[in-house]
């Protein structure tokens, strides 16, 4: 997995869901 930098968007809910 591509480890991206944490984006501030809608905490830590937005930090995963999109790369899983």
Avoid: F, T
Wanted: hydrophobic share 15%; no cysteine.
């Amino acid at each position: 997995m591509k480890k991206r930098k944490k984006k501030k968007k809608n905490g830590e809910a937005s930090l995963y869901p999109q790369s899983n």
